[in-house]
């Protein structure tokens, strides 16, 4: 059985305690940082890292809303979102074991 460099790569990033557990949260319901570091009770730049290494390899996307949240009411917040390719990387892994 041999699994190509990318796949292990894609698996590798995906499957990060930290990043997993992001993933798990946002394929509920897009979310912005600040409630994302408050569920997993982790440092906002700690979160900021592992979103950004999620969006560089293709598991998140992100836009800018308008906040309809009473602290932020009106400003402009990042929130992201699992894509489809978290799906496929899994599949893809199954296949393969």
Known sequence: MKIEDSLVKEVHVLLHP???????LLVEKPMHINEISKVLGGER??????L???EEHGFLSSNYEI???PKS?????????VTGKVEKVLLEFKKKL
């Open 45 to 50: 730049r700690l979160v900021s890292y592992h």
């Open 73 to 81: 009411k009106g400003k402009a917040i990042r929130k992201y979102r």
């Open 18 to 24: 930290m990043r997993y557990k992001i993933v798990e």
């Open 67 to 69: 906040s309809e949240q």
């Open 52 to 54: 950004l290494t999620l």
